[in-house]
C-alpha cells in the first residue's frame, strides 16, 4: 500500500491533505509536533530513525508569528532556520522516497512578495525552496515529483490568530480577489488529485495558491 | 450539464484535455480549425456568434514554426499577434463564463525562458499572460478561475516536427531531467482534476508543467 | 563621435537620457514625433532609410491613454501593438548597431505586477521584453549591451495626466515609498553613467526603477 | 566627508568596488576579514562596536565551496547561515545608516537560477535578498537606497579556483555570451557610477549582472 507522512498533519493545511489522502486508499501517517518537532534537530534525526522510507511526503510547518524586523532576536532566526529550512534539509538527506514517489512542500505567498510582518517566513522559506528546486532535478531520474505549493490567505486556526477578531477577518476577506479566505481542504484536494490521477510531468515547479491575490506576472 | 470549449481541440494537447473532460461527463465541444481559426479575426467572430457562452473554456492554439529573429516577415507578426493574441482577446472580450467557471490558458515555457528560435511564441504568449492576470483578479468576483499552464517539451506532433527524424527526438530525451517528454494525457488529467475536485482557490496562476526541466527558480 | 538615436526625445524619459548624454560629448538625435511616429510602420520605415547605424540607440515611446479592457477596440490593440512592438521589432531589424554600442529600452514597472488600467501597456511591453532578452545573446557577441529599463512612478507630464488634478498626485506620492515621483533625470543619469564608464557587463537585464515601489521579490 | 564600509573588501568584488569609490572622494574602509569575519557572530558584533554608523555600506562577502547536498553537513549549514544571512541581519540590526546613504548587498546570479554545486550559497543568498527587500521599503522613507546586485560569472580567484586549470577557465568563457567572465572593476565602476550621479530612485531592485548569460525573462 501506498505510505505517506504528512509533517504537521495534525491541523490546518496538513490536516486537510491527510485527511483527503485518507480518502484513496493511501496509508497516511499524519505526523504531529508531538511526533517531529522541526524546530529541534534531535526530534528530527529521532523521527527519522523509526521512518526511513516512504511514497509520499508532504514538507509542512507552521511559520513564526509576526514580528518586526528590529524586535527578531538571534534566538529566533535560529530557531526558525531549524524548523523553516534545516529541519526539511535534515530530513531530505536521510530518508528514502521510493521511486515514482511524490514530495510536496507548503511554503507561502510570502516568498514571491515578502510581507514585513513575516519576514522570517519569506526567508527561510524562500532559503529551502532553493533547495527544494536543485533536488527536484535529481529526484526526477527516479520519477519522484517536488511540488512546491505556495498558499495565499488559507482559513486555518494560524490565520485567524492574526486578526484581533472575526470582524477584521471579515474586513480583510473583502479585499480579496475572491472575497473570501482559501480552504484547507481546495489544497489537500489538489494534492490528492494529482497523486490519484498520477500527473507525473509537474515538478520542479512553485505554485501559487492564492486566488488571484498575487500581482507579480507570474 | 456543464459545458466546455476546447479550442485546438482535435489534436495533441487540446484533444486530451477534450477526452479527459469527457470522462466526467462534460459536454465537451472540441472545435478544430474549421470551427474556428484563431489567426483569422473573421473567423473568430463568427464563431463567437454561435458559441456566446460555456462553463469551461480552454484557450489553446499551435504555435509558429520556428524561425530565426532576422528572416520573421510583418506579415508573420501580424498572423501570430491574431492567433496568439488577439484572437484570445476577442473571445474573452465577447463570450460570457457562466458563475463558478474555469478558464484554462495553454501557454509555453518559453514565457519564463524565451527561445531563440521560437521568438514569435515567447512574445505573443508572455503578452496574453498579462491581459490573462489582469483578468484573473476580475473573474475571481464571480468563483471564475483564471489557470495558465505553461508546458515544457510535451509528446505532440508539433514536438516530432521540430526533430529531424526519431533518433533527434531521443537523444533530446535523454538531456530532459525526466529522460523523456511529457505526455499530453498528463495535462489533459491535470485539468480535468482541478474541475472534478471543485479546487477554486487556485487562480491567476502560471503553472510550469515541464518535468523539472525549467532553471529559473520560480 | 559616438552617435546615440533617442526615440521620443523630446519630452519625458527621452528627453532627460538625451540631455544627459548631450554632456558627455555624445552626439545625441533626440527623434521627435515628427521623425518618427513608432505606431506607424511607414514612418519607421521612411526614419530607417535615414538612419540607417547608431553607437546608441533608446527604445523609448509613451504608452496609451488608460483604458478598461472591455473597451479597448481591435484599432487600438493593433495601434499600440505597432507603436510598443512592431515598431521597435522593425528598427532592430534594419538598424546597424556598430560594434561595442548599447541599446537600452524603457520599458514599465507594469511589465512585471501588471495593471488593470495600463493593460495594453502591460502586454505589448512585455512582448517586446521578451523578444530584447533573446536579442541581448546575440548583441552579447558584438559587444553591444542590451538593458530594458523599467519605471515605476515618474514625474512626466504624462503621470501627471494620469490624475485629475495636481492634489490627487500629491496623495499618491504619499503612498510610495520614498514618498515622491521619480525624476526623468535620474533615469537620464543612469543610463549616461553606465556608458560612461563603459560597463559593459550589464546586459540582458531587466531593472526595475520604481524608489522601492514594486512588492515582487526580484 | 561621505564614509563606505566596504565588507570582504580586501579582494575580488569587494575590492574593486573600494578602490572604484576611493576615485570619488570617499572615505572607504575596505574591511577585510580580520576586521570581521560574518561567519563569526561575535566578530560581527565586535565589529559593530567600533562601527556604529556609515553612508555607505557594501554587504559583500565570499561564498562556499561548491559542495554536493547528500555532503553537506550541519556544522557547513550553519557556518554559512551566519556568513551569508545572519552575520548581514546584525549588521543591519544594529548599524545607522545615514540618511540619504546607499546600501549595496553583492549575492550571485545563483539566487535566481539556482545552481546544484553552489546549493548553499543559492538557498542563503535567496534568504536574505528577502530580508533585504523588505528593509528597502522602510529604508525608503530615509532616502537609503537598498540595491542587490547579482553577478554572473566574474573573474575573481574564487572563480579560477572553481576550474581545475586555466584552460578550463577558456573554455568555459567560450560558453557565455560575452565570451569572457565579468570584470570586478565592471561592478566597482557601476557601483561608483551610482552614488557619484546621486541615482536614488534605483531601490528594492535586484539587478542580474552576469553579461546577457541567465535565460530567465526578467
Chains 1, 2, 3, 4 share one sequence.
Not at 518537532?37 to 521512518?51: A, G, H, I, Q, W
Request: with cysteine.
Amino acid at each position: 500500500m501506498t505510505k505517506a507522512i504528512v509533517l504537521g498533519g495534525s491541523r490546518g493545511i496538513g490536516k486537510a491533505i491527510s485527511d483527503s489522502l485518507k480518502t484513496i486508499e493511501i496509508d497516511v501517517f499524519a505526523a504531529s509536533k508531538k511526533d517531529i518537532d522541526t524546530s529541534n534537530l534531535n526530534s528530527v534525526k529521532k523521527f527519522l530513525e523509526k521512518n526511513t522510507q516512504t511514497d509520499i511526503l508532504i514538507l509542512n510547518t507552521g511559520g513564526p508569528e509576526p514580528k518586526q524586523f528590529s524586535t527578531i532576536t538571534e534566538e529566533d532566526w535560529n530557531k526558525y532556520h531549524n524548523q523553516l529550512f534545516l529541519g526539511f534539509v535534515t530530513i531530505l538527506q536521510n530518508i528514502k522516497i521510493n521511486n515514482g514517489g511524490y514530495i510536496f512542500l507548503i511554503t507561502s505567498s510570502v516568498i514571491k512578495e515578502p510581507n514585513t510582518k513575516l519576514i522570517i517566513s519569506s526567508a527561510y522559506r524562500a532559503a529551502f525552496t532553493e533547495v527544494f528546486k536543485v533536488l527536484s532535478k535529481e529526484y526526477a531520474e527516479k520519477n519522484i515529483n517536488c511540488i512546491n505549493i505556495a498558499p495565499g490567505p488559507i482559513n486555518t486556526d494560524r490565520t485567524q490568530e492574526f486578526f484581533d477578531n472575526e470582524n477584521d477577518v471579515k474586513e480583510f476577506e473583502k479585499t480579496l480577489p475572491m472575497k473570501r479566505l482559501g480552504e484547507p481542504e481546495e489544497i489537500g484536494n489538489f494534492v490528492k488529485a494529482i497523486i490519484e490521477n498520477n500527473i507525473k510531468y509537474l515538478s520542479g515547479v512553485t505554485i501559487n495558491f492564492d486566488g488571484a491575490n498575487s500581482n507579480y506576472i507570474f
